[in-house]
């Protein structure tokens, strides 16, 4: 039986995506190939490619906007360095919100001179910093949408002077927004679009060729974009998965409908939490991701009964990252209503037995 899965990452997809994606690795298309063993430039994965990186576009807004889809590889770890490498001259502004933020500046610092505009670090990252200046003659201001270590959220999107540069790895396709706001976007595949192997790149044409570095080839945004995201052998398993991935999503109503369907999951997980008094939430009430829902109990001593009782309710993956501890709820696109209801009721069991 399908367990109820709140993995963080790489995490929950839909069943028919699967089931799909399975066919397609024995006999794609009834064409007496695996899609594994077929050439990306054949005219079937060619079509492929194209179909996912137009879905992409469409589905954020994005369409005759200037901007380019790429499906890279290297994970959204990769673009930590990729952004500085294309996008950094002087001086780049960071809002330091968590271990991925973190861990982005780091790599940028390699380069050149980063300058952190806010952080949370002194509160062990429970909330989102507001009202910092971002300074005008930066390259690029940039900021990670949702946290998925310590599950805060921006809400809002300051009014950046420069180019906006986004991780959207946990919340991309999730709720609406302005994508436009953005001059880049970026996000590893393997949370909200798909399997492990694939990173997402969407990026203004515009803001590229302004570094006087000699970029790499394999790192040149402009290379992977004149090739069609072809400049070498894709992750055809992963784009793959990804584009049908993006077809349920349209299938569903697009981002509008699924936002529809997170708020629901968000709102019932958010209030057991806040109800129950045997739990208590880590993040920071106005901030708090409708991704990935941080808890710990109060009471140590029930640990191993309520972890029993997840386990016998088919419950996996709510273990929380090690540098929060407690509990972590990851509610993606494709984590069915049904799923958050089976675990705030095992919440609401051990209430009545504890
Ligand atoms: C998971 C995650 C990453 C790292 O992604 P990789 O594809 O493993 O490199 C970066 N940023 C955020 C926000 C994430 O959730």
Not at 144 to 157: C, V
Not at 283 to 290: L, M, N, Q, Y
Request: charged share 25%.
């Amino acid at each position: 039986m399908k367990k109820h899965n709140f993995s963080a990452g790489p995490s929950i997809l839909p069943q028919e995506v699967l089931l799909k994606a399975s066919t397609a690795i024995v006999d794609y298309n009834d064409s007496g190939l695996s899609l594994l063993e077929i050439s990306h430039r054949s005219k079937d994965f060619v079509d492929i490619m194209e179909k996912a990186r137009a879905l992409v576009l469409e589905l954020l807004g994005l369409e005759g906007k200037g901007y380019k889809a790429l499906f890279l590889q290297g994970g959204a770890s990769s673009q930590f360095l990729m952004i500085a490498m294309n996008l950094l001259e002087k001086r780049a502004g960071y809002l330091n919100t968590g271990s991925w933020s973190t861990k982005a500046i780091k790599e940028a610092e390699k380069l050149d001179d980063i300058y952190e505009v806010a952080s949370s670090a002194n509160a062990n990252f429970n909330y989102i910093p507001k009202g910092y200046d971002i300074p005008e003659d930066y390259d690029y201001f940039h900021c990670t949408s949702n946290n998925t270590i310590f599950g805060t959220q921006l809400k809002e999107f300051p009014n950046s002077p420069v180019p906006m540069v986004c991780d959207m790895s946990s919340d991309i396709f999730s709720r609406v927004i302005d994508y436009s706001q953005f001059d880049l976007i970026y996000a590893g595949a393997q949370k909200n679009m798909g399997p492990a192997g694939t990173t997402l790149v969407v990026i203004k044409e515009d803001i590229l060729g302004k570094v006087s570095r000699n970029i790499p080839s394999i790192m040149d945004y402009k290379k992977h974009i004149g090739a069609g995201s072809m400049f070498n052998t894709p992750p055809v398993f992963a784009v793959y998965t990804s584009m049908l991935t993006l077809e349920w999503l349209k299938e569903q109503g697009g981002i509008a409908a699924i936002e529809k369907e997170n708020e629901k999951k968000a709102r019932l997980m958010y209030s057991e939490i806040d109800l129950n008094p045997l739990f208590k939430g880590f993040a920071s009430k106005e901030d708090r991701s409708d991704m990935n829902a941080t808890f710990t109990l109060q009471n140590e001593n029930l640990k191993e009964t309520f972890e029993a009782m997840l386990k016998e309710a088919g419950i996996s993956a709510v273990n929380g990252h090690r540098s929060v501890g407690g509990y972590r709820a990851s509610m993606y696109n494709a984590l069915p209503l049904d799923s958050v209801k089976a675990l705030v009721e095992v919440m609401s069991e051990l209430e009545t037995k504890a």
